[in-house]
């Protein structure tokens, strides 16, 4: 909603002036010039892009427009589904944890959670650990490294959709040179035109160096800043998942773990202690079941 708030916010602002300053907004509309940078911009993601990354990409700006979905409900769900995981491997047996990260879609305590179940690489992080840790007999520092190195290999992943946006919004300015260019190379074949038909060309040529510089700092530059913010948001709801399994490796109790998991999340998203602990006490007196 905010990525759309702000777009109008840049636009508005923009044309406002230039009609505020006299302009004629007749004069922007310049085919030509929106074909080459436009075209150009098109014709640079696909040579810097991956198939693999073009593929995801639309995905990946679409999710720009969407609200932040780890809100602090979130958080407190994915510690409430942590606290009944290791309650159920502390009281039962780790055996009995089986059932729930053989088969998350059928597990009683990850359909209390559909945002954690929904989340792919959430689910297959924190049920694949689990599944190693059933097979016994792997030191908890060794789930740390292992955690490490799934975490440091998603982030180098996504890392990737908002860099490739911040060159071409760093490129931006360079195409609308590109067309201003051309502009005046089809300037000086008018030079004996006259001083209205030159003008018109000059003014076309300049156009290209607007919506370049336009595009660059008003939209393609702060679409990359945001994937990137978006970025470290999946990270945190990671960090928190690994701090609490890698707590409950090195033996802490179910309520120890997940309040190491909770330490880590964004102060502003971080549910209070007491209401950590009333999700917890509503798992160990049934209420969740």
């Known amino acids: ?25 007749e004069v922007l509309i310049q085919t030509s010039e929106f074909v080459i940078i436009l075209g150009a911009t098109v014709g640079m993601l696909l040579i810097s892009a991956p198939m693999r990354m073009l593929k995801q990409i639309g995905a990946k700006v679409g999710g720009a427009f969407k609200p932040d979905p780890y809100s602090k409900d979130e958080y407190l769900r994915l510690l409430q589904s942590l606290f009944e995981l290791f309650h159920v491997a502390t009281r039962d047996g780790l055996i009995n944890v089986e059932q729930h990260v053989e088969n998350p879609a059928k597990s009683a305590i990850f359909a209390r959670n559909k945002f954690l179940l929904g989340n792919h690489h959430a689910i297959e992080f924190l049920c694949d650990t689990l599944k190693l840790m059933l097979s016994g007999g792997v030191p908890a520092q060794d789930v740390e490294v292992l955690l490490d190195g799934d975490s440091d290999t998603h982030h180098e992943e996504v890392a990737g959709y908002p860099a490739i946006f911040s060159k071409i919004g760093d490129s931006l300015p360079g195409l609308g040179i590109v067309a201003a260019v051309l502009g005046i190379i089809i300037v000086m074949q008018h030079v004996d035109a006259g001083a209205a038909t030159v003008g018109h060309h000059v003014a076309a040529a300049l156009v290209g160096t607007f919506l370049g510089i336009l595009l660059s700092y008003g939209f393609v530059g702060p679409l990359a800043t945001n994937m990137e913010y978006m970025n470290a948001s999946e990270a945190r709801y990671m960090s928190c998942i690994k701090a609490g399994i890698i707590a409950y490796a090195k033996g802490n109790p179910p309520v120890m773990a997940v309040e190491y998991a909770r330490r880590v999340i964004y102060s502003d998203l971080r549910p209070t202690f007491r209401e950590t602990e009333e999700a917890c006490k509503k798992v160990k007196s049934g209420k969740e079941k």
């Open 1 to 25: 909603m905010f990525v759309i708030i702000g777009a109008v916010v840049v636009v508005v602002a923009v044309l406002g002036g230039f009609a505020m300053a006299g302009g004629p907004f």
